[in-house]
C-alpha cells in the first residue's frame, strides 16, 4: 500500500481500478529485413488487429457517446482498408527491404504532410485520421497498448501526467470515477472542469503516472488530496463510510436548491455559477444557481480544426440565455491562451504563455475572430439577461478598444435590421494587479467587476498557477489578496457598480465569510460548490464578517487570516 500525497482539486471519494492515459513509447529504428514475406504478414496481422479493436471502440463508443462521436472511428477503418495507402506501404518494405515500422511511417508521414499542404478542411481531417491510425497499427507492430478514453467501458480512475481541457471533456462520467495527475494546480483548468463535471480528482502528485499501474486498485480523496494505491480491504471499507457520510451531507445541503442566499442578518447576495458549455446548465439548476457568472466560452473553440462560426456560437449563447430564463448570464469574450490552446490558430510558442500573447491581447489583434464573437453574442442579446465581460484587461486602453469593437458591430448590426438589447451591461474581469489597483479609473467606465482570483492570485504572487512546486504560494487569504479584492469593491460601490468574482476563491469556505464582509456582491463557482456556500452563508451575519474582514486586512500573513476565521465562523 502507497500513498501520494497531491493537491485536492475537487472533492468527493472514490474507490475503482486505475486507468493510466499515457502517451505510449512508439519509437523504433530501421532495420533491413531478410524475410520479406514474414515482415508483411506482421504488417497484414497489425492492420487486422486495428481494425478489429476499432470496430470494438466504435461500438462502445456508440453506445456511450453517441453516433457523431463513433463515426470517427468508421473513418478510422476506411483508412486501413484503403489500398492506395496500404499498397504503397507492403511496396516499401520488398523494394527497400526495410521494416514494416519504418515502411508505415515514411509512408503515412508522405501522405500527412501531403493532406495537410492542401487549403481544403476535409483533407486535413483525412490527415489527423492517418496520423491516428498509424499510431494504433505503430502499437500493434510494437507490442505496445494506445490508449483512447472513448474505450472505457468499466468504472476507473484516470491516472495521468496531466489532462488538456479538452482530454477532461471526453471523458465520460459513467465510468471515470475520478482522475489523479502528475502535474496542475487547484486552479489549472483540468481541476475546474472536474469540478463542473462532479468528479472527484486530485491533481499535482508528482508521481501517480510513476508509481501506479493499470488495474492498480485506488482511492481518491478529493476533499484532501490523498491517492491511496492498492490500499488494505480495512481502509477500503473506512472509506466507504466516508462516502456515505459526504452523500448525506449532499443531501442535506440539496434542500436548499429553492431557498435564498441570505445572511443570518438579511443581507442578500447572488450565489452564480461558472459553467463551460450550454449542457452544465443542468448542473446549475440542480444546484440552485442563481444567474451565470462566468461563461467561459474558449470551450466552443476547443476541441475541434476551425474556428466555431459566427450562426454555431449565437446557437450556443440563445441556448445558455434561454435556459437561464431572463436570469443573469455573464458571458466572458474568448480568452485562450495561458493552459488553453487553439492547435489550429498556430500560434507561435512563447516561453511564458500565461505572461504572453492571450485573451483580450489576441482578440484585439485578431479582430475578425472578436467580432465574429461579438456579433454572435449581440445576436443573441434578446434571448435573455445577458452581461459581456472581456478577459485579462490590463489597462483602460484595451476596454476602451474592445468596448468601441462591440458598439460598432451592434451599430451595424441595427443597420442590417438585426434585433439587439438595449440593456446589456458591459464590465471586465479583474485578474491583472494593474487593473485592481486602478479600479476607482475603470469603474466610471465599466458597468460591472469579476473578479478571476485564479490569474489575480498568480500574478500578484509571481507564481505559475499550473506549477505544483509554487502552488504554495498559491494564497487567497494573504491579506495582499484580501486588499486588492477591498479596492476593487469599493471602487465600484463608490460608482453605484457592482462586484462579483469567479475565480475559485469564491467558493472557498475559508474565503467566503471574508468576502462576505467585504461586500462581494455575486460568489460564482462550480455549480457543485453552489449548495453548500449557500448553507454557509445563511449562518453567517454579514456585521460580523465585516469585523472578521477589517481584521484579517490588518494581519501579517495568510495562516493569521485562516486562523482567525476558523475560530470565528467554526470550520
Ligand atoms: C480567473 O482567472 O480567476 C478566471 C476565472 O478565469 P480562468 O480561470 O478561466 O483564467
Ligand atoms: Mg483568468
Avoid at 471533456?169 to 465510468?175: F, M, P, S
Avoid at 473553440?301 to 474556428?307: A, E, I, T, V
Wanted: glycine share 6%; net charge negative.
Amino acid at each position: 500500500m502507497t500513498l501520494l500525497q497531491g493537491i485536492a482539486a475537487s472533492s468527493g471519494i472514490a474507490i475503482a481500478k486505475a486507468y493510466r492515459l499515457v502517451e505510449p513509447d512508439l519509437s523504433f529504428t530501421k532495420t533491413t529485413i531478410e524475410d520479406i514475406d514474414a515482415e508483411k504478414a506482421k504488417f497484414d496481422a497489425a492492420i487486422a488487429q486495428s481494425i478489429q479493436e476499432l470496430k470494438e471502440i466504435q461500438k462502445v463508443a456508440k453506445t456511450e457517446l453517441g453516433a457523431d462521436e463513433a463515426a470517427i472511428f468508421d473513418a478510422h477503418v476506411l483508412v486501413l482498408n484503403d489500398p492506395e495507402l496500404i499498397n504503397p506501404i507492403k511496396e516499401k518494405i520488398s523494394s527497400d527491404q526495410v521494416n514494416a515500422e519504418y515502411a508505415l511511417k515514411e509512408t503515412t508521414d508522405m501522405f500527412i504532410a501531403m493532406f495537410e499542404g492542401m487549403d481544403n478542411e476535409y483533407m486535413q481531417e483525412r490527415a489527423a485520421d492517418i496520423r491516428d491510425v498509424t499510431k494504433r497499427v505503430l502499437s500493434h507492430l510494437l507490442g505496445v497498448k494506445v490508449v483512447n478514453p472513448s474505450e472505457i467501458s468499466e468504472e476507473v480512475i484516470i491516472i495521468a501526467e496531466d489532462l488538456t481541457p479538452s482530454d477532461t471533456a471526453q471523458l465520460n462520467r459513467k465510468y471515470v470515477k475520478a482522475f489523479a495527475t502528475d502535474i496542475g494546480g487547484r486552479t489549472s483548468h483540468s481541476a475546474i472542469m472536474a469540478r463542473s463535471l462532479e468528479i472527484p480528482a486530485i491533481v499535482g502528485t508528482q508521481e501517480a503516472t510513476e508509481e501506479i499501474q493499470d488495474n492498480d486498485m485506488l482511492i481518491v480523496d478529493g476533499l484532501t488530496g490523498k491517492l491511496h494505491i492498492n490500499p488494505t480491504a480495512e481502509l477500503i471499507a473506512e472509506y466507504e463510510k466516508e462516502l456515505e457520510k459526504y452523500e448525506a451531507q449532499k443531501a442535506e445541503w440539496a434542500k436548499l436548491v429553492d431557498e435564498k442566499s441570505i445572511t443570518a442578518d438579511g443581507e442578500q447576495v447572488e450565489l452564480a455559477a461558472n459553467i463551460g458549455t450550454p449542457e452544465d446548465l443542468e448542473g446549475v439548476m440542480n444546484n440552485g444557481g442563481e444567474a451565470v457568472g462566468l461563461y467561459r466560452t474558449e470551450f466552443l473553440y476547443m476541441g475541434r480544426n476551425q474556428l466555431p462560426t459566427e450562426d454555431e456560437q449565437f446557437d450556443a449563447y440563445k441556448k445558455v440565455l434561454e435556459g437561464m430564463d431572463g436570469k443573469p448570464v455573464v458571458v466572458r469574450t474568448l480568452d485562450i491562451g495561458g493552459d488553453k490552446e487553439l492547435p489550429y490558430l498556430e500560434l507561435p510558442t512563447e516561453m511564458n504563455p500565461f505572461l504572453g500573447f492571450r485573451a483580450i491581447r489576441l482578440c484585439l489583434e485578431e479582430t475578425d475572430i472578436f467580432r465574429t464573437q461579438l456579433r454572435a453574442l449581440l445576436r443573441a442579446s434578446t434571448y435573455g439577461n445577458l452581461k459581456i465581460m472581456f478577459p485579462m484587461i490590463a489597462t483602460l486602453d484595451e476596454f476602451r478598444k474592445a468596448k468601441a469593437m462591440l458598439e460598432e458591430e451592434k451599430e451595424k448590426l441595427i443597420a442590417e435590421g438585426e434585433k439587439v438589447s438595449d440593456e446589456i451591461e458591459v464590465g471586465i474581469m479583474v485578474e491583472i494587479p494593474s487593473t485592481a489597483v486602478q479600479a476607482d479609473q475603470f469603474a466610471k467606465e465599466v458597468d460591472f467587476f469579476s473578479i478571476g482570483t485564479n490569474d489575480l492570485i498568480q500574478y500578484t504572487m509571481a507564481a505559475d498557477r499550473m506549477n505544483e512546486r509554487v502552488s504554495y504560494l498559491y494564497q487567497p487569504y494573504n491579506p495582499a489578496i484580501l486588499r486588492l479584492v477591498k479596492m476593487v469593491i469599493d471602487a465600484s460601490h463608490r460608482e453605484g457598480k457592482w462586484t462579483g468574482m469567479c475565480g475559485e476563491m469564491a467558493g472557498d469556505e475559508i474565503a467566503i465569510p471574508l468576502l462576505l464582509g467585504l461586500g462581494l456582491d455575486e460568489f460564482s463557482m462550480s455549480a457543485t460548490s453552489i449548495l453548500q456556500a449557500r448553507a454557509q452563508i445563511r449562518g453567517l451575519k454579514k456585521s460580523d464578517m465585516k469585523e472578521l474582514a477589517e481584521k484579517a486586512l490588518q494581519m501579517g500573513t495568510a495562516e493569521e487570516v485562516i486562523q482567525a476565521v476558523k475560530e470565528k465562523v467554526n470550520l
